[in-house]
């Protein structure tokens, strides 16, 4: 049973910074990329950052040189640094990780609030 638990939303104001943390549990060895993806009230979920085994990443457009995502495969954790946050950054923030044959698991998401 794989379990993702996701850490570290709130409200932030316009221009700040916010750290996500997924910690996984249960047969982890079999994942391959891991990552978040995000998806705000009426729109659909979108990529935000991918990360894989060997630490290729990979960023939706629109975050670009403004989060990082990095990963602790001993831990089993990946985070989320996302800085110069934006009112559009608005969501709720899920956490994915992919196994090798490509099924996807995710954790319940935690809400990320940017006031402008």
């Known amino acids: 049973q794989v379990q993702l638990v996701e850490s570290g939303g709130g409200l932030v104001q316009a221009g700040g910074s916010l750290r996500l943390s997924c910690a996984a549990s249960?047969?982890?060895?079999?994942?391959?990329?891991m990552g978040w993806y995000r998806q705000a009230p009426g729109k659909q979920r979108e990529l935000v950052a991918t990360?894989?085994?060997?630490?290729?990443?990979d960023y939706g457009d629109s975050v670009k040189g403004r989060f990082t995502i990095s990963r602790d495969n001993a831990k089993n954790r990946v985070y989320l640094e996302m800085n110069s946050l934006r009112p559009e950054d608005t969501a709720v923030y899920y956490c994915?990780?992919?196994?090798?044959?490509?099924?996807?698991?995710w954790g319940q998401g935690t809400q990320v609030t940017v006031a402008s």
């Open positions: 994915n990780a992919q196994r090798f044959d490509f099924f996807h698991f």
């Open positions: 249960g047969s982890t060895s079999y994942f391959n990329a």
């Open positions: 990360i894989d085994r060997g630490g290729s990443t």
